[in-house]
C-alpha cells in the first residue's frame, strides 16, 4: 500500500509521524551521538498456520503479532516495550508488512514509538532488517541495531531486557561481531533455528574479550525430527533471531554473502542522502522502494545471512527465560498454560489444557 506522504507509513498520520518523526529525520531534534542505539522491530509476518484460529476468534484474518492473547498488550505491544528498555523510544524502526497499517490503532498504544516503515511487498526478513538499516546509517553511521522480531513470547521480560541490553553493550565493544540471543531449548523442534557453540582452544581465543558469550561453530534452520533430536542432545540452542551488531558490520557482511541485494540497498541509501541534501524531492522516495523491492529475491535472515557468517557470531544464552514463536495456536495454548494462565481466545476456538489443575483466568502478563 503506497502512502503519498515522503514514505510508506512516515509522517503526518500519528504513527511515528509529525513533529517527532521530522526531528528525527531532518536533524532538528537532539544532537546525533555517537554509536547510539536503534531498535528494528519486524512486524512483517503474516503467520498463516494461525489465521484459522484468529479468523474464528476475531472474525478477520489478522497477523498474530497485532493480536493480545493474553492480559491487556498486544504482541507488538510487547515487542515495541521491550525495545524501548534498550534504546530511546524516538530510535524504535517498526517495520511492518503491505497492509498491515489497519492494525495498528488497536495493536499499539498511543504514542507509537520512534517510525513505521510500510514495506511494499513481503520479500523475507533480509530486506526487512536492511531497510531498517538504511535508516539508522542514514541518521547515524555509527548506529548500533538490536533485533526484535514481534512474534514472539518471553516471560519474565526485565530478564530477558537485560540479556538484550547485555548483547547491545558487547557489540559496541566488540564491533566486528554480530551477538546473538540463544534459548536454551526444552525440545527437539523441528519449526526453529538452531545454533551450534564452537568448543576447545577456538571458543577460547574468541571470547577471552566477552566470556559469558560462546562461539558459534554453525547454524541449522528447521531440522528434521531425527536431526533436531540430535542437535537437541548436543547442546544447541534455539535461535532467537534476538540479536544485536553495527550497522556497518551487519552491511560489510550483507555485500560479502548477498552482494546482488546489497547493491540495492546501498543505492536506497545514496537516494535518501540525496533528497535529504536537497537534492530529489522527497515524495519520489515511495517510488524508489516499490522499484527496489520489485527487483528483490527474498530471503530469510538466519538462513541466507547468519549460515553464511557464522564465524562472526556470538552467542549468548538465555537462562531463566522462557522464550516461545508463537507461529502455532498449540505454542500459544502450551506457554500460557505452563505459567498457569487462559487465553483470552475461548475453548469454542482452541482447546486448552490445564498444567497440574492450575489453569486460571487471563491477567496482566
Not at 538490536?146 to 559496541?172: I, K, Q, T, W, Y
Request: aromatic share 8%; with cysteine.
Amino acid at each position: 500500500m503506497r502512502q503519498s506522504q515522503s514514505f510508506p507509513g512516515a509522517t503526518g498520520d500519528g504513527w511515528g509521524g509529525g513533529a517527532l518523526s521530522r526531528s528525527i529525520w531532518d536533524g532538528t531534534g537532539a544532537a546525533a551521538k555517537p554509536r547510539q542505539r536503534w531498535g528494528i522491530v519486524l512486524s512483517g509476518g503474516e503467520d498463516r498456520r494461525m489465521q484459522p484460529l484468529i479468523s474464528d476468534w476475531l472474525g478477520e484474518n489478522r497477523p498474530t503479532q497485532y493480536c493480545t492473547f493474553v492480559g491487556s498488550r498486544s504482541m507488538l505491544q510487547h515487542t515495541l516495550d521491550r525495545a524501548c528498555s534498550v534504546v530511546r523510544r524516538q530510535n524504535v524502526l517498526t517495520v511492518t508488512g503491505p497492509g498491515h497499517r489497519r492494525h495498528l490503532a488497536e495493536a499499539v498504544r498511543h504514542p507509537l514509538p520512534g517510525r513505521v516503515i510500510e514495506q511494499p511487498m513481503d520479500a523475507g526478513t533480509v530486506p526487512a532488517v536492511f531497510l531498517a538499516a538504511t535508516y539508522a546509517l542514514l541518521n547515524d553511521p555509527e548506529a548500533t541495531l538490536v533485533l526484535f522480531p514481534a512474534g514472539h513470547f518471553v516471560h519474565p521480560e526485565d530478564a530477558f531486557c537485560a540479556l538484550a541490553n547485555r548483547a547491545a553493550e558487547l557489540s559496541e565493544l566488540h564491533r566486528d561481531r554480530i551477538f546473538l540471543i540463544g534459548a536454551v531449548p526444552d525440545s527437539p523442534e523441528t519449526d526453529y533455528g538452531w545454533v551450534g557453540t564452537a568448543t576447545g582452544q577456538s571458543a577460547m581465543n574468541t571470547t577471552e574479550a566477552a566470556p559469558d558469550a560462546m562461539s558459534v561453530a554453525a547454524f541449522r534452520d528447521k531440522p528434521g525430527p531425527a536431526e533436531a533430536g540430535l542437535l537437541w542432545r548436543e547442546g544447541y540452542l534455539w535461535n532467537t533471531m534476538v540479536l544485536a551488531v553495527r550497522a556497518k558490520t551487519l552491511w560489510e557482511l550483507g555485500r560479502k554473502h548477498l552482494p546482488e541485494m546489497m547493491s540495492s540497498f546501498d543505492a536506497l541509501l545514496m537516494v535518501l542522502r540525496a533528497i535529504r541534501q536537497g537534492l530529489f524531492d522527497p515524495k519520489c522516495e515511495p517510488e524508489v522502494l516499490a522499484r527496489l523491492y520489485e527487483h528483490l529475491t527474498p530471503a530469510d535472515f538466519s538462513r541466507d545471512l547468519l549460515q553464511h557468517a557464522a564465524s562472526d557470531c556470538l552467542l549468548l544464552p538465555m537462562r531463566g527465560i522462557h522464550w516461545s514463536d508463537w507461529e502455532r495456536p498449540e505454542r500459544v495454548t502450551e506457554t500460557l498454560a505452563r505459567l498457569g494462565r487462559l487465553p483470552l481466545f475461548s475453548g469454542d476456538n482452541m482447546h486448552t489444557e490445564a498444567v497440574g489443575g492450575r489453569l486460571q483466568t487471563a491477567e496482566m502478563i
